[in-house]
């Protein structure tokens, strides 16, 4: 697995080797003891979780203030724009964005640490999203910081279209209204 850092610390962009041929592909998706060297990240993932969603479908960003969750991304069918937020209050990367394309074409896989606001927006006519999580879901701990604050700035990939959210993400909060982590 090649490990690409990214301007925020602790966030990973990770490509496994793919194997291909005329028949298809092969790629290892996970393994723990390659994640571990590669990273230097030792945390157990406890739960699997699959979205599909359709173009301009945009989720985030998410986050639990407690029970913080770490989350490996990854797209399977489809493409999508995702990207991660600090929201670690003592880090010299608060509030600071990045973003990337994950695809079914380019195998990418994003780490995304705890203390980190989550969210992606569909560039393809669908996606299915697949995520490891390192705690459960907690939807009372859930929070969300709204996806078009100014203060973030984030260079969604909207090319015209308005996004489809969902009632909690359109209620997201600005960062300067927001919990966030010490």
């Given at each position: 697995?090649?490990v690409?850092p990214?301007a925020?610390p602790d966030?990973?962009v990770?490509?496994p080797?793919v194997f291909?041929?005329a028949?298809?592909?092969?790629?290892?998706?996970?393994?723990?003891?390659?994640?571990?060297q590669?990273?230097a990240v030792a945390?157990p993932?406890?739960?699997?979780?699959?979205?599909?969603?359709?173009?301009?479908?945009?989720?985030?960003?998410h986050?639990?203030?407690?029970?913080?969750?770490?989350?490996?991304?990854?797209?399977?069918?489809g493409?999508?724009?995702?990207?991660?937020?600090?929201?670690?209050?003592?880090?010299s990367?608060?509030?600071?964005?990045?973003?990337v394309d994950?695809?079914e074409?380019?195998?990418?896989?994003l780490w995304?640490p705890?203390g980190?606001?989550?969210?992606?927006v569909?560039t393809?006519?669908?996606?299915?999203f697949?995520y490891?999580?390192?705690?459960y879901?907690?939807p009372?701990h859930?929070?969300?910081v709204l996806w078009?604050?100014p203060?973030l700035?984030i260079?969604w990939?909207l090319?015209?279209?308005?996004p489809?959210?969902?009632d909690?993400?359109?209620?997201g909060?600005?960062l300067?209204?927001?919990?966030v982590?010490?």
């Amino acid at each position: 697995m090649r490990v690409i850092p990214t301007a925020l610390p602790d966030l990973l962009v990770l490509e496994p080797r793919v194997f291909g041929d005329a028949r298809g592909f092969f790629m290892e998706s996970w393994n723990e003891a390659e994640f571990r060297q590669a990273t230097a990240v030792a945390l157990p993932f406890v739960q699997d979780n699959h979205s599909r969603s359709s173009r301009g479908v945009l989720r985030g960003l998410h986050y639990q203030i407690e029970n913080p969750q770490g989350k490996l991304v990854r797209v399977v069918r489809g493409a999508v724009f995702d990207v991660a937020v600090d929201l670690r209050r003592s880090s010299s990367t608060f509030g600071r964005w990045f973003g990337v394309d994950l695809s079914e074409d380019n195998h990418r896989q994003l780490w995304v640490p705890p203390g980190f606001g989550h969210g992606f927006v569909v560039t393809s006519d669908s996606a299915d999203f697949l995520y490891k999580t390192t705690d459960y879901y907690a939807p009372q701990h859930e929070r969300c910081v709204l996806w078009s604050d100014p203060a973030l700035a984030i260079a969604w990939p909207l090319d015209g279209l308005t996004p489809q959210l969902s009632d909690k993400d359109r209620r997201g909060r600005l960062l300067a209204d927001a919990e966030v982590f010490p």
